[in-house]
Nanobody, 126 residues
């Protein structure tokens, strides 16, 4: 059974940086698109960034473009989110996730994902 575990969350000041990591166990990482989602209290789950399994096609929500970078290392079964120029509105629980469909490209729809990490809290102070 594949499991995702996020790490790297914590507290940062506005303008600071954090790097989130997602370590996948199991043998069903390569071949699947993955993404980072976040949910703030009272808000809908939002796709922050997504990446095809080869890393060649990437999506970012408009609010993080130019600030966040998604990447993956298939040899290490790992997914990353580098977050720079953090803003208080970035405060949320961040989840890594894997698409259900093998060999598909990225998707921003959470219903297209069937493997999820437990989430890591990111808090950005003003």
């Amino acid at each position: 059974q594949v499991h995702f575990v996020e790490s790297g969350g914590g507290l940062a000041q506005a303008g600071g940086s954090l790097r989130l990591s997602c370590a996948a166990s199991g043998r069903e990482f390569s071949g699947y698109a993955t993404g980072w989602f976040r949910q703030a209290p009272g808000k809908e789950l939002e796709c922050v960034a997504a990446i095809s399994w080869t890393g060649s096609n990437i999506y970012y929500v408009d609010s993080v473009k130019g600030r966040f970078t998604i990447s993956r290392d298939n040899a290490k079964n790992s997914l990353y989110l580098q977050m720079n120029s953090l803003k208080p509105e970035d405060t949320a629980v961040y989840y890594c996730a894997r698409r259900s469909a093998y060999g598909s490209s990225w998707s921003k729809e959470h219903r297209d994902y069937n493997v999820w990490g437990q989430g890591t809290q990111v808090t950005v102070s003003s």
